[in-house]
């Protein structure tokens, strides 16, 4: 068996286990860890690095729309969660509460944020007196935390990492189109830099944020069949602003409550990225966010050879400086060993170079998606390398399109239905009549809920019967298992 | 009495209340506000900016000696800190502490970190085998709790920002480099962004880090010549590394603990910046982390004016777009308003236009450390401002420099010392055996403790007695009341 099977015969087979090829692409590939506190992770340095580049990407999309990044507290008094019942309803079983700071107990507990609408509500308030103050337009980069029951890296842990967006208004017209223009930075983010081609739409009553006035999120297919929800944009309403009385006096001297809004994406979506590109030997990584975008493999025998190519790779390594970012692998390892470890770590491009490859001015690159070949002049590789980027950015965006696509149903029948959910999965179209207890009944029976209400209905509006109730439908809804 | 003093009216004297004006400054600047949890703080868009700033300077610096960035969990288990004995003494009192989560009560509190080497040292016993493995160099951006008595915004809260690096080597002699070699990128980054002078030098083992083997640090003077303690760079020895069994095997077979450390800076060092630049008109920032570092101003007073001023603002904003961060106020407030507030926020530059500059293809450029102007043609803008904007950069560390060299004084008479320190404050040199009873003695007597014992001694050693206790002086060291 050669050295190369047996590093992957490490990782179990997709097909057969997806989620113990998950847990094992994601310690191998060194991009996190459990942590020795329950239901916690440990983000290293590679995963971190990748979520760096996601922040980056998406914080310089959060500035363009004038939005302004601030910090707010950790903690949160319990009547301040108490202050807007649905919201309190919906967290309570996650909270982890802290009673006991410098030596004595609290008057009253506090709460870790599981999300910071109720502390920003308190602050608006403080903030806002007058319409020349609006929009308001904030969003933090932070750790929250819920204490989740089962726990999976990236995808389900009780602290995790992401940025809330909140946003205070003077209408309710103008709320809801901060809360859309979000969604639509989340789709362009998750379609062009990781490229994850997702569904935008409306979340039901059932899967809505507790306390919101309207939910929209876009959903993502993985690579199993189940959907993950990977960034959500909620129209807040006048929900927050009555139990913080957030009020403006208006130009026309009435003092009015804010519509407010608030939007989220996490370090989950680096297991979207996982679960959609990934493959038998690993990760593979959306050039546009890869810590490396390129690692360079030195291949030599003959201790002779060795100063050459590593001279050529030196040489290499400052003219791609600054223009790709890349990894030298100048470890004692065997390129077989090298070929496998970069491959399970999804860097999208690996360049072998060898005795004779220096001799003839030439590198062989290497395409991550499917290992083909392709023999580049040195001198052509600065032009050659972004170019090639830019088609492996593309390639995978439409591959996860065509899976998807693939994986894609539609039905009429509520029978073939729950035979798609329990054999095919995917995502299953079907025509529905808004109801939170006909929901509720079909999750009971199959597991599948309403991922997303899309935006693209059928034009002229639904014709025919809910698949469910059988009464006139509403609306196309988009059903799953899910994350 | 005209707009203008009445504005500047509202903050206290520096002289009179420096830290009524500390406080007026942090608010009515917009930097930050207090939470409505105990001793915690909001940092706000103005003072995140000023924050992101400086998060981007250090960690490219950070980046540069080959470190990379994670992320390890909030929570650390009460047997974690109890694992290395002067660490759990030394944040004991601190602690704030989560005994509920998820609606049960936990078996094991745990602490909200305070600093996180110990549930670091627990990860670095399980990532490192080998020699190869090292040196391991981690460091996180994150938030920290210590639950201080008495607090004040950015100096002293119960929850601040910081980064915390982390680094585990095969040698005491390579950990002991490490840690000068981060104290000199504190130095670096204090002098030649914050435009902060600072003194380097190793702290005394009444001060040291809880756990540490040796502390260094940069100390810098306040404008009420107190000092601050802006960064600290820890070698922790093999302390933790025996705490948490982080051993690797050496390339002569045998296993040998790690010599690790830890250094970190936080968001105190914005309460530098406001101390050590501001004036009575507010806050002063140095160019290379001001938010924005241009304020331009639009001038008019007859309606058919405002259009060609708008124009002609509107033209320069597109021209200086890329090169320097600029604010345009076209605000309804008064001319005299918008330059209170600005200078209050501590903008470096301003840049006034009004009908009149147009016609001539000139602006007032209007210095905020002395508002002394400068008739500036639109032409040359693009390249005086980057130069005015470095003067201002070099002028604000001398002026500092000067301040603080006026401010330390130096005696071998312990009245006269006391004398100072009670009257005219600054730091103190004096000559010192070291003696932690001594020390502490002294710090009774006269609030001031030792800040540091600087790199920069007497060639040859020092002679003479010891300013406490007449027995051989063994260094100069630098007394200071602190923040
Ligand atoms: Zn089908
Ligand atoms: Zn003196």
Redesign the interface.
Known sequence: MSEKEKFVEDIADQEDDFSAWYNQVVRKAELA?Y???RG??????Y???L??NMQARLDQRFKETDV??????????RS?LEKEAEHVEGF????????????EELEE??A?RPTSET?IG??YA?WIQSY?DLPLL?NQW??V?R???RTTLFLRT??F?WQEGHTAHRTLEEAEERTLMMLEVYRDFAENEAAIPVIAGRKSENEKFAGALRTYSIEALMGDGKALQSATSHNLGHNFAKGFDVQFLDSDGERKYCATTSWGLSTRMIGGIIMVHGDKSGLILPPRLAPYQVVIVPIWRKDQDRSTVFEAVERLRKMLKGKVRVKVDD??NTPGWKFNEWEMRGVPVRLEIGPRDVQNNNVVLVNRMDRSKEVVSIDALEARLPEKLEEIQKALFQRALDYREQNTHYTEDYEEFKQIIAEKRGFVRVKWAEDSAAEQAVKEETKATIRVIPFDQPEGGVQGKCIYTGKPATCEAIFARAY
């Open positions: 860890d942590a020795p506190v916690c992770m440990i983000i290293r340095p995963g971190y690095a979520w760096e302004m990044n601030a910090y707010f507290p950790l903690l949160i008094p301040f309570a079983p996650e909270l982890a509460w802290v009673t006991r700071g410098g030596g507990p506090l870790i502390i308190h602050s403080k020349r904030i932070n750790n935390m204490w989740e029951k009780a602290e990492l470890s004692d």
